[in-house]
């Protein structure tokens, strides 16, 4: 068990810097629209479709990747009231049941993710030109991480382990 949950916190390394690197794209290319909104009133500068777009899509795939690691580090939004008046025995069940719940949840995800991907693969995106079915991913690739996240954490709810709150970019591990 132990091997996996190593295996599943190595992949979100890797999912850590993709969304550092995500935020970065989109930034700049949000600062770039600015500047070139701003430089238009002063020259004559045709603006950019194509930054707009390259951000909205980078702004899709980090929230939906973000949420992966939400999962994993157990930072979702959640009633947790009545869940922690109860004793140690039964707040393991009901957490270990919420997340096998929610595990269904995410393979509806994958499932359903993936037929979409069928449906938009022939479109293309207005301004960068790519396949439309590359932002559309997020919806499947995300629900894969978050199904390994949710096995991890239901691994570790298992073990008595969950409820130990990690820092998602602490640096350390």
């Excluded at 629209?33 to 909205?56: C, H, N, T």
Aim: glycine share 6%; aromatic share 10%; net charge positive.
């Amino acid at each position: 068990m132990t091997t996996i949950i190593k295996y599943i916190d190595g992949l979100n390394k890797l999912l850590r810097y993709l969304c550092a690197l995500l935020l970065a794209v989109m930034s700049v290319a949000v600062v770039f629209q600015v500047v070139i909104r701003f430089a238009g009133k002063y020259i004559d500068v045709e603006m950019p479709d194509w930054s707009e777009e390259l951000a909205r899509y980078c702004m899709i795939w980090l929230v939906f990747l973000g949420t992966a690691l939400a999962v994993r580090y157990s930072a979702l939004i959640g009633v947790e009231a009545i869940v922690e008046r109860l004793n140690p025995t039964l707040k393991r069940i009901v957490r270990v049941l919420v997340t096998v719940i929610t595990m269904i949840f995410f393979f509806i995800l994958v499932y359903y993710g993936f037929e979409m991907l069928g449906h938009v693969s022939a479109q293309e995106s207005p301004s960068l030109r790519i396949p439309m079915s590359i932002p559309y991913a997020a919806l499947p690739v995300s629900g894969i991480f978050m199904l390994l996240n949710a096995i991890a954490v239901l691994l570790e709810t298992i073990k008595g382990k969950a409820g130990q709150q990690k820092e998602v970019f602490s640096g350390s591990e």
